[in-house]
């Protein structure tokens, strides 16, 4: 067996292990997307990486308090990524729970996921992210599984 999934008893799969897509963005930028539920020695790891010409920003949800920033403009003796912990009071959130430098869990964004959508909703405007914005999210899984069904081909969304 996988460690961390069950006993060592096998059985068909039936569902996918693994998606792998790649996509151009309406800005012309290439992105990759992986996910698989049984990368060995990852818990929870969802990783979200923005490289770009000027830097790159990358965080992972088993380190959830910690920003991996890169700027290339700076001098070059300074150059790598930087390990930013946002859990400062200046940081969005963190007004409303502990003193600098106690971390926050996973539980903790759902609370602020309930905050931001009473606050909106008290404002006036639209929470984020909208219904519109899933919509979308959905309309380009049905075209990666419409790219995978013809053979890998480019599919507009």
Same mark, same amino acid.
């Given at each position: 067996?996988?460690?961390?999934? *069950? !006993? ?15 996509? @151009?963005?309406? !800005?012309?930028? =290439? ?5 698989? @539920?049984?990368?060995? *020695? ?9 490289? !770009? ?14 920003? #991996?920033?890169?700027?290339?403009? !700076?001098?070059?003796?300074?150059? *790598?990524?930087? @390990? ?12 409303? &729970? &502990?003193?600098?430098?106690?971390? =926050?869990?996973?539980? #903790?964004?759902?609370? #602020? ?12 405007? /639209? ?9 979308? /999210?959905? @309309? ?13 081909? &480019?599919?507009?969304?």
């Amino acid at each position: 067996g996988i460690a961390g999934v *069950g !006993g060592d008893e096998m059985g068909e799969v039936t569902v996918d292990d693994l998606a792998l897509f790649t996509g @151009r963005l309406s !800005g012309g930028a =290439l992105a990759s997307f992986e996910a698989t @539920r049984f990368a060995t *020695g990852r818990k929870n790891e969802l990783t979200v990486e923005i490289s !770009g010409s000027d830097g790159a920003i990358s965080f992972n949800l088993e380190d959830m308090n910690v920003l #991996h920033v890169y700027d290339r403009t !700076g001098p070059g003796v300074d150059q *790598g990524f930087t @390990r930013v912990v946002v859990t400062e009071p200046d940081h969005p959130y963190l007004e409303g &729970w &502990w003193p600098a430098g106690h971390m =926050l869990g996973y539980e #903790h964004a759902f609370s #602020h996921q309930v905050k931001d959508l009473v606050d909106a909703i008290d404002q006036g405007t /639209v929470p984020a992210p909208t219904f519109a914005e899933g919509a979308q /999210v959905q @309309r380009v899984l049905a075209a990666v599984e419409e790219s995978s069904a013809q053979d890998a081909r &480019w599919v507009q969304v």
